[in-house]
């Protein structure tokens, strides 16, 4: 079963201004500013705003390029190994709605996974961006439905009264230990669990080349339950 250790506030679309795509944000800190310019931010184990922005932009162009790398037959292999860490880390399934995403820029496939649970019976939605800087709905998903381009031209449910997931399957570009992830920027996911009256379970899925020591984690920035990866499952206290 996934404990519920998510927490705060959004990441996945260009043109919705977060945090990460705020130059003009700031962090607060604890001690005297007049004696911050002093201080190593290494050393502090934090990097002001700016550099974090900075750092992960840089780092989320190099893990989409080095996972778009390999031969399409390698990242069917790795998908693959991801898909029964997947299941292993599903809890019971009976009366949940699992909220999964349309698969871009070389991210784990969910769609046969999918698939397969609604074969077993379990509803299933996607995420829809109704507006700018707003949480995203899940309408529902089955075989068949029809689908429009949404944000990015990524398909989405055309209609469907919105529904609330009990679990959701979440890309990552990078992550930490800290089951932290980084996403595209757009603060589409952490905005919407912050917003949800009832917080889902999540499973960050990734690959073992989006490891990172750490993405520097912000107050808006929303742990996973657990993060899946074609080499190991990374769940709380691990």
Same mark, same amino acid.
């Given at each position: 079963?996934?404990?519920?250790?998510?927490?705060?506030?959004?990441?996945?679309?260009?043109?919705?201004?977060?945090?990460?795509?705020?130059?003009?944000?700031?962090?607060?800190?604890?001690?005297?500013?007049?004696?911050?310019?002093?201080?190593?931010?290494?050393? @502090?184990?934090?990097?002001?705003?700016?550099?974090?922005?900075?750092? =992960?932009?840089?780092?989320?162009?190099?893990?989409?390029?080095?996972?778009?790398?390999?031969?399409?037959?390698? $990242?069917?292999?790795?998908?693959?190994?991801?898909?029964?860490?997947?299941?292993?880390?599903?809890?019971?399934?009976?009366?949940?709605?699992?909220?999964?995403?349309?698969?871009? $820029?070389?991210?784990?496939?969910?769609?046969?996974?999918?698939?397969?649970?609604?074969?077993?019976?379990?509803? @299933?939605? @996607?995420?829809?961006?109704?507006?700018?800087?707003?949480?995203?709905? /899940?309408?529902?998903?089955?075989?068949?439905?029809?689908?429009?381009?949404?944000?990015?031209?990524?398909?989405?449910?055309?209609?469907?009264?919105?529904?609330?997931?009990?679990?959701?399957?979440?890309?990552?570009?990078?992550?930490?230990?800290?089951?932290?992830?980084?996403?595209?920027?757009?603060?589409?996911?952490? =905005? !919407?669990?912050?917003?949800?009256?009832?917080?889902?379970?999540?499973?960050?899925?990734? /690959?073992?080349?989006?490891?990172?020591?750490?993405?520097?984690?912000?107050?808006?920035?929303?742990?996973?339950?657990?993060?899946? !990866?074609?080499?190991? !499952?990374?769940?709380?206290?691990?």
């Amino acid at each position: 079963m996934i404990a519920d250790t998510e927490h705060r506030q959004p990441p996945r679309a260009p043109e919705i201004a977060s945090p990460e795509e705020d130059p003009n944000a700031t962090i607060q800190c604890n001690s005297p500013p007049c004696f911050m310019h002093e201080l190593d931010p290494s050393w @502090l184990g934090f990097m002001p705003w700016p550099e974090v922005r900075a750092w =992960r932009k840089a780092q989320r162009a190099r893990l989409i390029a080095e996972r778009l790398a390999p031969p399409r037959e390698a $990242r069917a292999t790795r998908d693959a190994a991801i898909t029964p860490r997947i299941r292993a880390a599903l809890p019971p399934m009976a009366g949940m709605v699992v909220g999964f995403y349309w698969p871009m $820029r070389g991210e784990y496939d969910p769609r046969p996974l999918a698939r397969a649970l609604h074969g077993e019976g379990v509803q @299933l939605a @996607l995420p829809v961006v109704v507006a700018k800087a707003a949480p995203m709905v /899940f309408r529902p998903w089955f075989p068949g439905v029809r689908l429009v381009p949404g944000v990015w031209n990524i398909p989405v449910p055309a209609e469907g009264e919105p529904v609330a997931p009990d679990l959701l399957l979440v890309p990552l570009v990078g992550f930490d230990a800290g089951r932290y992830r980084l996403g595209y920027g757009g603060g589409y996911y952490d =905005r !919407t669990l912050a917003a949800m009256p009832k917080r889902p379970s999540t499973i960050g899925i990734g /690959f073992e080349q989006g490891s990172l020591a750490t993405i520097h984690p912000q107050p808006h920035d929303i742990p996973m339950a657990v993060i899946v !990866t074609e080499g190991r !499952t990374v769940s709380a206290g691990q």
